[in-house]
């Protein structure tokens, strides 16, 4: 099976994309886990043959733990400041499918309006005529974005992502 799509533009489905976290808390004894209820990008594959650009956006406050007090605590300015950073993104400049199903994607996260490169690997969990879902797992350092709220102690280590995006063709 060739892993290379058909050149055009892509939406992706929020319906069918789901992006989860989860992160250990209290001395690591925790481990609580949320999901990104509104989602949102776009993707473009040159017809050039050149690598895939696109987006992945995520809207803040709708990071949903299951806790209302402990989610508006996460939209506060201890953790992502919705009401001055709205958004988190994912914007990909690079993405290469390899010959082994995978993806190569380089590209830059933003959070809290500060951006960082970000290499990762995505696996083709799906593919047809006109859509591709891919699935990636990664761990995030979240000091490096200003969300280094941190009382007592109790949260340390890395925050776990788990993104599942399918993206449509125009």
């Known amino acids: 099976m060739s892993t290379s799509l058909p050149a055009g533009r892509y939406r992706l489905d929020p319906d069918a994309t789901d992006v989860r ?6 001395w690591g004894l925790v481990t ?19 690598p895939a650009t696109g987006s992945l956006t995520l809207a803040a406050a709708s990071l949903d733990t299951g806790h209302t007090k402990r ?28 010959g082994d199903g995978t993806v190569a994607l380089t590209g830059e996260l933003t959070v809290r309006g500060v ?12 593919r047809t005529a006109e859509t591709v879902t891919v699935a990636v797992d990664t761990t995030i ?4 974005f200003g969300l280094g709220w941190n009382k007592l102690g109790m949260m340390k280590g890395l925050t776990q992502v788990a993104v599942s995006a399918t993206f449509t063709r125009d």
Not at 115 to 126: A, D, N, S, W
């Open 21 to 26: 976290i989860q992160h250990r808390t209290m």
């Open 32 to 50: 609580v886990k949320g999901r990104f209820t509104e989602v949102n990008g776009a993707g473009e594959v040159p017809a050039d043959g050149g």
């Open 71 to 98: 989610d508006i605590h996460l939209r506060s300015a201890d953790f992502f400041d919705t009401e001055r950073f709205p958004e988190l993104v994912f914007t990909a400049t690079g993405a290469e499918p390899q």
């Open 115 to 126: 951006t960082e490169p970000l290499t990762l690997t995505g696996t083709v969990t799906g």
């Open 141 to 144: 350092d979240r000091d490096r």
